[in-house]
Each structure stands twice: as C-alpha cells, then as structure tokens.
C-alpha cells in the first residue's frame, strides 16, 4: 500500500508541474554609488586574505575576473598622486599587518607556483622585503638608463605619471613598519579616508570568522553598505555571498527593491562595485 501511495504521490507531482507555467521573477532596481577608489581597493571575499589577493591582482590577473570585468580601468584611483598619500595614510591608521604578515612579508613569493605566473621575471622569487629594496635601491641610482630591467621600467612609469617621489616615500615607510616595529611612522589623520577605512575594517573582521560569519556582523556590514550608498554590494553580501543570515523578503523591503522587466535585470545584475556578484540571482 505504502509502494502505491508513493507511486502515486510522484505521478501526482510530476503532472502538477507539467501542467502548470513556470513564471520567472527578476529582483532588481539596485542603486550603486560610484566611488572611485574601489577600481584600486577590491573587496577580499576570499580565506588567502589580502597577500594573495594584491600579487594575483598586481601581477597575475588569475581568480579575479570579476573585479576586472566590473572596473574597466583598474587601478586608475591608485595612480594620482593625492589617493597615493590617502590610501598610505588609512593603511597607516588601521595597520599595515592586516593585509600582509611580517611572514609574508619576508618569505620568498615564488610567484609562479603560488600565482600561476607564465614568465619569469627577476622578481618572482624575491620576497616582499628584498622587492621594496630593490625598489628603493634602484630609485636612488643616479642613472636609470638601462630600461631593461624590471624596477627601472616600474620607476620610468610612475616618473611618467607623475607620482614617482610619493611612492618612494611609501616604500621606505612600508620599510620601517616591517624592521623597526617600535618606531612606526606617523600616519596625517588629515588624509584618512573613513569610508575606506570602515570597509577595510569590516573586511578584515569578516576573514576573521572560521566559518559562516554571526548575522549580527552581517547586518552591521549590509548597515554601513547601504548607509553609503552601495545598495546593490548591500544585496550581495547578504543574498549572494552569504544567503540565510537575512530573510531575502526584508533585505527587498529594505532596499526598496521590486521586479524588474528581463531585459532590465540582466544589464544591472553585476553592477555591484564593492562586493559583487556574478551570480544570477532574479530567476
């Protein structure tokens, strides 16, 4: 009997949804403030942290399509000379150990068998530590003829953008921090950001849960999203990178989201600037 009333339960089901149109729903309607330093800052969702993330992002382009996709001119923000000293001075405040260890800072990178590299370059097996040396070393000579070489061609193109005396001094502070720990360099309060520093902040607390992060940390973060305008990222984190600690009909309601025609759907849906997502996440 039991055989029988299953049978006929599944029959049931599959003539159920075989007579009835299934009808697809596009959530959308995102806002999204532009703010120019995320084409240089990407959001870190990922457990390698930021080490990874700046040598994948710097030199080897791998596991990060999404951040350039979204940023048609990556790094552009980095390149003036005012952010340069901005963003210094927030890594400054918030610490530059955060986003690289004195461990990796000091270990060889081996760039090839960590990154994927396709060609070696005279860096690939330094550390950290000797490539802010080399840099330093080769900005102070006082030829740089030779365009050959890697750090001459780095110094010609910063020297090019105008930038170059800046990032000299953010080497040897980087320098400092690193070997003289009890004399870290004084960072200009005047020059923090404090909308980089919150998110870099909320970044940094979010990798440092084992797991699933708590929904009350969730919900300061989607806060402080929203708060500044990045409603669509706000979406995101919550129903693309961490679906279940928000119910989708509140994070709606709060965004102020409805339906949205097809066509709308698909040209928005990967307008998330800070935290995005290449999910599909209307159907």
């Not at 049931?12 to 120019?36: A, D, N, P, V």
């Not at 001075?89 to 960590?114: A, C, H, N, V």
Request: aromatic content about 14%; glycine content about 8%.
């Amino acid at each position: 009997m039991k055989y029988k009333i299953s049978i006929g339960l599944i029959v049931g089901l599959i003539s159920c949804y075989s007579g009835t149109r299934m009808t697809q729903t596009f959530i959308g309607g995102w806002t999204e403030k532009q703010i120019g330093f995320v084409n240089s800052i990407p959001h870190v969702d990922k457990k390698g942290g930021y080490f990874d993330l700046i040598m994948e992002c710097k030199w080897g382009g791998i596991g990060l399509q999404d951040f350039f996709l979204t940023n048609k001119k990556p790094f552009d923000w980095i390149k003036n000379l005012e952010n340069i000293q901005i963003l210094h001075s927030t890594l400054k405040k918030i610490g530059y150990k955060y986003f690289i260890s004195d461990s990796e800072y000091r270990q060889p990178m081996k760039f090839q068998d960590k990154f994927g590299g396709m060609i070696k370059h005279e860096w690939e097996e330094l550390s950290l530590q000797q490539l802010i040396d080399n840099f330093i070393q080769t900005y102070y000579q006082s030829l740089r003829i030779d365009t050959s070489g890697y750090f001459v061609k780095f110094w010609n193109r910063r020297a090019n953008e105008g930038n170059d005396s800046e990032v000299i001094k953010v080497f040897e502070d980087i320098k400092r921090i690193y070997s003289d720990p009890e004399k870290l360099p004084d960072y200009n309060p005047k020059l923090v950001n404090d909308t980089i520093e919150n998110l870099l902040r909320l970044d940094i607390e979010l990798q440092s849960f084992n797991s699933k992060p708590t929904h009350g940390f969730i919900v300061k973060y989607f806060d402080y999203l929203k708060s500044i305008g990045l409603n669509h990222s706000a979406y995101n984190l919550v129903i693309e990178k961490y679906p279940s600690l928000m119910q989708m009909d509140s994070v709606i309601k709060i965004l102020n989201l409805d339906t949205i025609p097809e066509s709308n759907y698909w040209d928005t849906r990967n307008n998330g600037t800070w935290i995005y997502s290449y999910g599909d996440n209307g159907p």
